[in-house]
């Protein structure tokens, strides 16, 4: 077996390798954390498709997102119901109301989705229960979302406040989440949303849902409904609207550009640090490396002696930086209460493994140079 | 010169001893331990030598026998705990860092390795040493130096462009530009060639005789033996012989018998 | 010894490796770029949700009591600014109407959501001397100004170009330069309340009429050397409660509140920064501490000689303290470059200020500084001893 030179030259100055390995590991963490970052504002934008019972979705094509929607004929929807392979077909009526906290007595805009109380629109165990269900179709009573924010006041079953001036009483509780659109979110029986949103009809929905059959070939079935529907509806399958929703979010906010630098920008920083140590290394061992030229070592050996090096630095500077990672995406979840749901997933992982390869292999390849240039006659003078 | 006016040790391990103004150096009974505890390794034992001024003394030894420790020592860089060292006068024994400090101030080290700072000049690297203590324009007295060592013509260079020899003149110049009366050199010329070497030594020697100043060198070169006054061998911590520099090549000369041989 | 007679040791010692400074300098300057652009990421983000708001040309401002941010679409009626200009102090007071309209692309008739900024062209609604200077364009039926920051999704937003509002005939007569905000969409729209009128007087049965009788930001100017807020203090008083009343700097700052309170801007940038921050740390130790590494046998010659540990404690933070400002420099150039890509890219407001430039240097120094005092514990530790052999 060779000797291990790269591997030895780096364990050689084990204060040095600990700040490389430091560098290295926080330019790993800040491309981790931008990408998170990211990753978690596209869940947050889109996090409510996964919790709605459908496989298809049909929106005006006027729609950008969930919350500017435009209404479209519920005749669509009822098109779509003798296709086969369709399971059920749903209407969701969507809106803004002011909502009044009860304590402080001031307004706040709550996003309100209006669904038939009979419909398993939401995933949500407790909107099936038979006392959801009775609550949905009382008159003036409403569902709350428990993550909405404080400012809307208590969420107490029972508790009469008013909704745009109407006067609504909380009927039960869910767990959803808001999203970029909503602050606070309530889910009312259509025959409310009709009350409080006077003088909408329910012949105009904002979304429809299409839930299959088990078992069906969901791209044929948008496809076959793509065939028979008018333009003034879009179908697109769950993947499709949440792409939609998190380009528009995403788009608007600019986060996907500054997050995206901010990867770029760390990128180069961790480029630098790798740099700096290959480069001292590489100055301090001269003579050494001199010498193996003078001995008969090719300049391909003392470059990969470099590259070695550079790989191995990536590796030990990649798993810490890992772990602080995790450990900060945990921290960012539970200090936003939720607010940014960091979660890592195998991709990202893979993708700032190679990105640190790379950047060290570069910051290898510009430090290299002054060994593939050492004069071997060097060592004598 | 015979060094065994040693006077009993006290009971703090101190030992007491008239000052002497002709003596640069005096040491007692001086023993020095190296770690703590179980781990405690005794690298001197027992010296006790006096060293006047003008005096060139070389010590040498095989390696590991305490030379270099003993010359640290003498150059109040450690702290020491048992016996007596007075360096110009001033007992070192029982001193702080700080105050030890400032007796190296008035020391001249000289290194194997030159030590200069490549980022400065000649001049600069010397006008460090000014700079601890000195007064008036740094520059002037640095290059009076380099003039005297034979480097006027250098003084802006820097170590980079020197020869080995004349890079080890700059660090001479460095250590003799305080005027310390007592310089310590540390194998001054195992990085030189022959002929740098001698010169460097004859600088030295040169020196000692204008300034009245006192070298101790730690030396395996052969070569320059001849400079000394006296040489001092150190054998595993111990002192094995002080000898003048002519009893030294007869005892060393193989066609002369040992002279100890007849006192058995 | 005076200080400034001193040989430059620190200066020297930097110095005396050009490539190496080059290095060290990139490293400080990318840990500084680093720290700008997160910094500034959140500032933009901030600032972009006022700009429009700091150009009212108020003193104070009155809406409706529910109006606690830019989205809430609640109007107040028109007769609290009559009634506000009887107030003694008040020069004059006038409306802002704001609305959202679709605006079809003129190119690939796609239509996408614009804010629509209507006011009488007599009033001077807003300090930007492009607007000032066109309002009489906006006298022509179904004419609008248009920002020239909008998204590019609006397609042609030239003079002449023609278009479609809410299904109605629109035409571009000029171009002004604002940019967007969340609350926007994708662009500002200006025309005259009586173009207004024809846009929103008569929608669609599911939206919201709207007629010149309801205002949503009310704009009071002030005599002279009057107070505003004690003015903005005696209307809100005397006012009936559906309206509020602030001074113009409240309103920017309340909305300022709100994002900072509702989202995490915030948290995510500043962590970001924190983070360039121990970067920069970790870079500016690895420089520092190399120099300590390579230059060990001279410093502890130095300490042989009699120098003390103080005097080569200020030789480490010296060189830190160049490296923060030689590195700064290029630093906060790339990052003003950076900045106004990042403008022309998104239209995100990207403002370098005095105090944010000043801000990222301090803690450009201080960064350096606490890498100089962990590197410098080498340069104390030496033993001058360990220069013999």
């Given at each position: 077996m060779r000797t291990p030179l790269a591997w030895l030259n780096l364990l050689h100055e084990r204060t040095r390798l600990l700040v490389a390995i430091a560098g290295v590991a926080f330019a790993v963490l800040l491309i981790f954390m931008n990408l998170g970052f990211l990753g978690a504002l596209s869940l947050t934008a889109t996090q409510i498709y996964d919790q709605m019972n459908a496989e298809i979705f049909l929106r005006s094509p006027q729609t950008l997102e969930i919350s500017t929607t435009e209404p479209f004929p519920i005749e669509r929807l009822y098109q779509v119901a003798g296709v086969e392979g369709v399971d059920q077909v749903m209407p969701v009526y969507v809106g803004y109301q002011q909502w009044r906290n009860p304590e402080t007595r001031l307004s706040r805009a709550m996003f309100v989705y209006g669904i038939n109380p009979r419909d398993p629109v939401f995933r949500l165990p407790e909107l099936q229960t038979s006392e959801a269900i009775a609550a949905l179709q009382r008159p003036n009573t409403v569902l709350i979302d428990q993550l909405s924010r404080p400012e809307f006041g208590p969420q107490t079953i029972g508790l009469e406040t008013e909704s745009d001036r109407r006067r609504v009483e909380i009927g039960g509780q869910f767990t959803l989440g808001g999203g970029f659109a909503s602050d606070g979110t309530l889910i009312v029986g259509d025959q409310n949303f009709l009350r409080l949103f006077t003088p909408r009809t329910l012949n105009r929905i904002d979304i429809g849902l299409i839930k299959l059959q088990p078992g069906t070939n969901i791209e044929a079935v948008a496809k076959t409904l793509r065939g028979m529907l008018p333009q003034d509806v879009e179908v697109l399958t769950q993947e499709e609207i949440i792409g939609r929703d998190r380009d528009f979010w995403i788009g608007t906010t600019s986060t996907g550009f500054i997050f995206s630098m901010g990867v770029v920008v760390s990128f180069i920083v961790g480029t630098v640090i790798v740099y700096q140590i290959l480069y001292t290394d590489i100055s301090e061992h001269m003579p050494e490396y001199a010498t193996l030229k003078a001995m008969g070592y090719r300049s391909r050996y003392l470059f990969q002696v470099v590259l070695q090096e550079a790989v191995i630095l990536a590796v030990m500077g990649y798993v810490p930086g890992l772990i602080l990672s995790l450990g900060l995406y945990e921290l960012t979840t539970n200090a936003t209460n939720g607010g940014l749901p960091m979660a890592m997933n195998l991709g990202r992982l893979v993708f700032v493994l190679l990105l640190t390869v790379t950047m060290c292999a570069v910051s290898g390849l510009i430090s290299v140079r002054k060994v593939i240039t050492a004069d071997p006659a060097e060592v004598f003078s | 010169m015979e060094a065994n006016g040693a006077k009993p040790v006290t009971q703090n391990g101190s030992v007491a001893i008239a000052d002497n103004p002709d003596l640069a150096v005096q040491i007692r009974h001086l023993n020095y331990y190296f770690g703590q505890g179980e781990l405690r390794k005794q690298a001197l034992f027992d010296i006790s030598l006096d060293f006047p001024r003008g005096q060139i003394a070389i010590i040498t030894g095989p390696s590991g026998s305490g030379k270099t420790t003993f010359l640290s020592l003498i150059g109040a860089l450690r702290t020491l705990h048992e016996g007596s060292l007075k360096v110009m006068g001033r007992e070192l024994v029982g001193m702080n860092n700080s105050q030890l400090v400032g007796v190296r101030r008035g020391i001249g080290f000289i290194f194997q390795a030159h030590n200069l700072f490549e980022s400065l000049t000649a001049c600069q690297n010397v006008e460090m040493a000014v700079e601890l203590t000195g007064s008036g324009s740094k520059r002037a007295q640095a290059i009076a130096v380099l003039e005297q060592l034979g480097l006027g013509q250098r003084v802006d260079y820097k170590p980079n462009s020197l020869s080995g020899g004349q890079k080890q003149r700059v660090a001479i110049a460095r250590a003799l530009v305080n005027q310390p009366q007592l310089i310590l050199a540390d194998e001054?010329?195992?990085?030189?060639?022959k002929q740098s070497g001698r010169d460097v030594v004859n600088l030295m020697q040169q020196l000692a005789r204008e300034q009245k100043c006192t070298i101790l060198m730690v030396t395996h070169d052969n070569r320059i033996l001849d400079v000394a006054d006296r040489i001092i061998n150190l054998v595993d911590g111990r002192l094995e012989s002080d000898t003048s520099m002519t009893e030294f090549v007869t005892t060393h000369d193989p066609k002369n018998l040992d002279p100890r041989m007849f006192m058995l | 010894m005076s200080l400034l007679k001193r040989t430059p040791l620190a200066w020297l010692n930097l110095t005396h490796d050009r490539r190496r400074l080059l290095t060290s300098l990139g490293g400080v300057a990318f840990a500084v770029l680093l720290m700008f652009m997160f910094n500034g990421f959140k500032n933009a983000l901030y600032d972009s949700q006022v700009q429009l708001l700091q150009l009212l040309n108020a003193d104070i401002i009155i809406t409706n009591t529910q109006k606690y941010n830019m989205f809430v679409p609640e109007p107040f009626a028109r007769r609290r600014l009559y009634q506000a200009r009887a107030f003694e102090g008040v020069e004059d007071a006038y409306p802002l109407y704001i609305n959202t309209a679709n605006w079809k692309n003129a190119e690939t008739k796609a239509t996408r959501p614009v804010r629509v900024l209507a006011f009488n062209p007599q009033d001077p609604v807003l300090r930007l001397p492009e607007v000032q200077t066109q309002l009489a364009k906006l006298q022509a039926p179904e004419t609008v100004l248009i920002d020239l920051k909008s998204r590019p999704e609006l397609g042609p937003i030239t003079a002449g170009v023609e278009t479609e509002l809410g299904d109605r005939h629109v035409r571009v007569v000029g171009n002004y330069s604002l940019g967007t905000d969340f609350a926007s969409g994708n662009g500002n729209l200006i025309m005259s309340d009586q173009n207004y009128l024809r846009y929103f007087a008569q929608v669609d049965p599911e939206d919201e009429e709207r007629d010149?009788?309801?205002?949503?930001v009310g704009l009071v100017k002030i005599a002279e050397n009057a107070d505003p807020e004690r003015i903005a203090a005696i209307l809100s008083e005397n006012l009936p409660k559906d309206v509020k009343v602030i001074t113009q700097e409240g309103f920017v700052q309340q909305e300022l509140t709100y994002w900072q309170e509702n989202t995490n801007i915030g948290f995510v940038f500043s962590l970001l920064t924190t983070m360039a921050f121990i970067v920069g740390i970790i870079l500016v130790y690895q420089i520092l501490y190399t120099d300590v590494s390579d230059h060990w046998a001279e410093y502890a010659t130095l300490k042989a000689m009699g120098y003390r540990n103080f005097f080569l404690l200020g030789v480490v933070l010296q060189e830190a303290t160049i490296l923060s400002i030689l590195g700064f420099i290029p630093g906060f150039c790339i990052s003003v470059l950076l900045y106004n890509a990042t403008a022309n890219a998104t239209?995100?407001?990207?403002q370098m200020t005095t105090d944010r430039a000043l801000s990222t240097l301090v803690a450009t120094f201080i960064m350096c500084l606490i890498s100089g005092a962990i590197a410098v514990r080498k340069v104390q530790a030496t033993d001058p001893a360990e220069v013999f052999g």
């Open positions: - | 001054p010329t195992a990085a030189l060639d | 010149l009788s309801t205002v949503d239209g995100l407001l990207m």
